[in-house]
Structure formats: C-alpha cells, structure tokens
C-alpha cells in the first residue's frame, strides 16, 4: 500500500512547496523590485500620506471637484462590497428609483438614473425639458427633494418626464458592475469643467487643459476606452488652482 501511496504523496508536497510557498515568494520578490508601486495597491499619497488607490474610486460631491461614476457599491465606493446593483435596463427601480420608509421618515432607497440626469443637468448647466417645473421639488433650502422627484417619476396617473437636451455620457448616470470604477469618460470629464472652473474661479478652458493632461489612451493603443482618472486630477486641482 505504501509503495502505491508514497509516490502520490511526495508529488503532492513537491508541488505544495513549488507553487505555494516558493512560486509565491519569487513573485512578490519580482514584483516589488521592478512593480512596487503596482504591487502595493497603486497607492497614491500627498504630503507622505496615502490619500487613496489608482485603481480604486471614491465620492467628491463638492462642486469644485470632478464627481465621480455612480457606484452601487456598499454605501458608496466600498471595496469590501464591491459589486452592482444587477438590475437590467428594463428594470423600473433603475430607471425610476425607489424610496423607503425609515422612522416614519420617507427616504431614497434606490436614487434611479432619472434622478441621475435631474442632478447632472442642474450641477452641469446641461438644457433640459421637464413636464413640471423643478421648483415643485425643492425643499425650504432651495435644494432638490430626492424624494418628491422619486416619487414624481413614479406616479402611475401622471409620472414627472425629463429630458436632457443634450446627450449625457452613460458613465455620468449609470454605475460600474464593481462599484469601484476609477475613471470617467473623457466627455463626461468635459462637461463637469464648465462647474469646477466656476467654483474655482479659473478660466474654463484651463479646467479643460487639465481633463486633456489627465485623460488616459486606451491600454496599449486597444484595450479599454480613453479615461480619466477622478482621483488623480482632483489632486491636479488642488495643487494647481486651490478652491478658494
């Protein structure tokens, strides 16, 4: 039995110690010598501290910065729950959004891509059409009810219609199958720069240099689409044109 079992056995820890202790090592000792910054999360740091990954997305939501795509993930960009939403496109709550009852206080469940395109036209100055006026749906702050426009593009009898007059890049108002997407288009980019450079109180046209310096060709000349990444040219922001 032995003679049969011993030879099976020697192989199972030869290739143990080959492909799981020694392969691995000589990887990551590869790695770190020629792609450290790669092998370590593509971290990027300003002042000595990591304020976030190349390869990861995270919230700006201040009118001075690029925002970033929609993420489906956790809370928002949390790479311990990444992942979509798997709603398709006839799918009702994504095109229409969703609310909830929480302590007998109505809240967004579910924002939706209508109301995606509501908030990118308004931030964005991007024309549009609506079947009722949006001052119906802002609260004693001036601010747009996410609720009542929820609600509105819901309504069985007589649901809110709105419609930008001009196109919207997918990536503006739809979110990645991870939730973590880095990047933005490079149109979706262009159209944000007319508001940053507002908030900044820059000519537009230097915002729109800045999107041009950062935007990324395609993975060696074919794979992917041209990018930009959200992170890394907010950062540009600061250090060149500081929010006041």
């Known amino acids: 039995m032995w003679k049969q079992l011993l030879p099976g056995l020697r ?15 000589a990887m990551t000792g590869l790695c770190q010598v020629f792609f450290p910054h790669r092998a370590n999360g593509s971290l990027i740091t300003v002042g000595g ?11 700006f939501s201040k009118p001075e910065y690029f925002h970033p795509r ?25 095109v229409l959004g969703t609310v909830k009852t929480d302590k007998n206080h109505e809240a967004v469940d579910f924002d939706g891509v209508s109301l995606r395109v509501v908030h990118y036209c308004v931030e964005n100055g991007i024309p549009y059409e609506s079947s ?27 649901p809110l219609v709105f419609r930008a007059k001009e196109p919207i890049p997918a990536d503006a108002v739809t979110a990645s199958g991870s939730g973590l997407d880095p990047d933005i288009s490079p149109a979706n980019a262009a ?26 060709e ?19 922001l600061d250090r060149q044109f500081p929010a006041k």
């Open 11 to 25: 192989i199972n820890i030869f290739v143990t110690i080959v492909f799981g202790v020694v392969y691995p090592l």
């Open 49 to 59: 501290k990591a304020v976030g990954s190349e390869l990861i997305g995270q919230n």
């Open 70 to 94: 929609p993420s489906e993930a956790g809370n928002g960009y949390d790479a311990t729950a990444s992942g979509g939403s798997n709603l398709g496109p006839t799918s009702a709550k994504l």
């Open 132 to 158: 009722e006026p949006l001052g119906r749906f802002r609260d004693a702050g001036g601010n747009l009810d996410d609720v009542k426009l929820i609600e509105a593009f819901n309504d069985k009898k007589a």
């Open 191 to 216: 159209i944000q720069a007319a508001r940053v450079a507002k908030a900044r109180d820059i000519p537009v046209e230097q915002a729109r240099q800045l999107v041009a310096r950062f935007t990324q």
């Open 218 to 236: 395609p993975t060696f000349g074919v794979l992917g689409e041209p990018r930009v990444n959200v992170l890394e040219l907010n950062l540009a």
